[in-house]
């Protein structure tokens, strides 16, 4: 049999251009004048008096940096012209077939969020260093939900079971963290919750070909119904003793930690977000650097080829998508570890899925998934920071926003990706 090094199949590379068509290129633009015509319409709606103060320093800052003041009227207006400059070069770059450069899609991002804060904050303080690493510990359970994601379609599985997997590993970290008295004993308990799940998924998705979107559906149905009925008749009965998990506490990093800003955002959290940074790295390297990552982009390429060469199809799927279950696991165990001091019904709130817009919104790259986590994560968190000091904005809105902003994002951006070739194909030897 011809071994993988004698002959291997071909595996697109995921950073290689992707042929767009001009009507696909015009989305960016399209929702770039959108979102500039929604801010404008901010200032039409109300004109807000007053400055706008961002507070960039913490108390624990090695040094301190001055507070930020700018008039919040005069201030929109200036973000206005600049997203209409940015909306015309996308444009203009679509107009010449050429795709919107990522560095541009940021400026335009983040110019939409300080005029908007800026509005919505006038006379009052946005305290930017708890917004942002706020954000960072909001996106943890997307982060390793999309990182599960990744794996799964990667290897050809769609994983509409994120969510499933998210909220079994928050209720086993619950029960489980209580009942042994550790949180590290709840992780380990969550981890094999998402890995479950995953294997029945892989279960009936390869060995029965039954629809892999059907089935995480109904799995992540079964999983909201069975955690509901276990709340219900075991943990109410006793909460105490299997739902009052120890948590995680936050583990400031010396002289990282005191740097302004990037300290407190980056590196005074958790061991769970420690454990994400590491996790996002491992991921890319064994996605792009490895034997086994070769395997499991094939498999989800062009299984056929693979199986020609060797590789064992349905096994590499087996074990990539228990691999993201067990991701996935660590992402359900921050609700219960750090969030929050005990198990809820429904207490993801379909986070799973905003996971798997993530994925696609990052092209089904870990790097890239990461970061659309981390802006659904900054979403969240703007609205409950809006809430806090009082915005005129409706509270409604703010509990929209994070759905909203992913519903843009994907809309906008994913005309621009390509999911592996085999994804949601089963495979059927012979």
Same mark, same amino acid.
């Given at each position: 049999m011809t071994t993988l090094t004698e002959k291997t199949p071909f595996v697109p590379d995921p950073d290689a251009p992707v042929v767009t068509s001009t009507k696909g290129l015009l989305k960016t633009p399209i929702v770039f004048g959108v979102v500039t015509?929604?801010?404008?319409?901010l200032l039409a709606f109300k004109s807000r008096e007053g400055d706008t103060t961002f507070r960039i320093a913490a108390d624990t800052d090695l040094f301190e940096l001055p507070e930020i003041t700018v008039p919040s009227t005069p201030s929109l207006a200036t973000v206005i012209v600049l997203l209409a400059v940015c909306t015309a070069a996308s444009a203009l770059l679509a107009s010449r077939n050429r795709r919107t450069p990522l560095w541009l899609v940021a400026v335009f991002a983040v110019l939409a969020v300080v005029g908007f804060l800026a509005w919505a904050a006038a006379g009052e303080a946005v305290p930017m260093v708890g917004l942002l690493s706020g954000s960072i510990a909001l996106a943890v359970p997307l982060v390793f939900g999309a990182l599960g994601g990744v794996l799964g379609e990667r290897a050809g599985v769609v994983n509409i079971a994120i969510d499933g997997q998210l909220l079994f590993g928050a209720f086993a970290a619950a029960m489980f963290g209580t009942i042994v008295g550790s949180p590290w004993g709840g992780l380990v308990a969550a981890m094999c919750a998402g890995a479950l799940v995953a294997l029945v998924l892989a279960f009936f998705a390869i060995n029965y070909f039954v629809d892999q979107v059907i089935v995480g559906v109904?799995?992540?149905v079964l999983v909201i119904g069975l955690t509901s009925f276990l709340f219900g008749q075991v943990m109410t009965e006793n909460p105490t003793g299997l739902n009052d998990p120890p948590h995680f506490s936050r583990i400031?990093?010396?002289l990282l930690g005191e740097i302004p800003i990037i300290g407190p955002v980056l590196f005074r959290q958790t061991i769970l977000v420690?454990?994400?940074?590491?996790?996002?790295g491992l991921v890319a390297w064994a996605l792009y650097r490895t034997k086994w990552g070769l395997r499991v982009r094939a498999v989800g390429e062009h299984p056929k080829a693979a199986d020609t060469v060797g590789i064992k199809v349905n096994r590499t799927r087996y074990t990539t998508l228990i691999i993201?279950?067990?991701?996935?696991?660590?992402g =359900?165990?921050? /609700?219960?570890?750090v969030s929050v001091p005990q198990f809820g019904e429904e207490m993801t709130g379909g986070a799973g899925y905003i996971a798997l817009a993530a994925v696609i919104f990052g092209r089904w790259d870990p790097i890239r998934a990461t970061l659309a986590a981390l802006l659904f994560g900054f979403a969240t968190n703007l609205s409950g920071v809006l809430s806090v000091i009082g915005s005129p904005v409706p509270s409604q809105f703010m509990l929209m926003l994070p759905y909203v902003v992913t519903i843009i994002a994907v809309a906008g951006l994913v005309g621009h990706s390509r999911a592996p070739?085999?994804? =949601?194909?089963? /495979?059927?030897k012979g």
């Open positions: 015509v929604l801010v404008a319409l109904v799995l992540n400031p990093i010396p420690y454990i994400m940074y590491v996790g996002v993201a279950g067990l991701i996935a696991g660590i =359900g165990a921050t /609700y219960t570890l070739a085999a994804d =949601g194909v089963p /495979y059927r």
